[in-house]
């Protein structure tokens, strides 16, 4: 089973920075594709961003293009969603998941694990 445990959340003013962080379990972590997923308030989750196993790989929602940036170190296990300029509109759950299918995509039915989420607040 793997587990997925995101951290990093918390609350900053608009402009600011954060950076976010999923530790997985299990020793192979580096054959699965990860993303990040967001729900704010009264919406429906939605993609942020995606990075295939070897980290040459990246996509990213148009709303935060330029301004994240995802990133692993498969020696650590771990899996990063640098965000800088962020915006109120950027306030949500930020959640993290896992496939091992060849996939690094938006398609949320497609991963097959989920951490439990990380609280992200950007007061204007």
């Known amino acids: 089973q793997v587990q997925l445990v995101e951290s990093g959340g918390g609350l900053v003013q608009a402009g600011g920075s954060l950076r976010l962080s999923c530790e997985t379990s299990?020793?192979?972590?580096?054959?699965?594709?990860m993303g990040w997923f967001r729900q704010a308030p009264g919406k429906e989750r939605e993609f942020v961003a995606a990075?295939?196993?070897?980290?040459?790989?990246?996509n990213y929602a148009d709303s935060v293009k330029g301004r994240f940036t995802i990133s692993r170190d498969n020696a650590k296990n771990t899996m990063y969603l640098q965000m800088n300029s962020l915006k109120p509109e950027d306030t949500a759950v930020y959640y993290c998941?896992?496939?091992?299918?060849?996939?690094?995509?938006?398609?949320?039915?497609?991963?097959?694990?989920w951490g439990q989420g990380t609280q992200v607040t950007v007061s204007s």
């Open positions: 998941a896992a496939t091992e299918k060849s996939y690094s995509g938006s398609l949320q039915g497609l991963y097959d694990y």
């Open positions: 299990g020793r192979t972590f580096k054959s699965y594709s």
């Open positions: 990075v295939n196993w070897s980290g040459r790989v990246t």
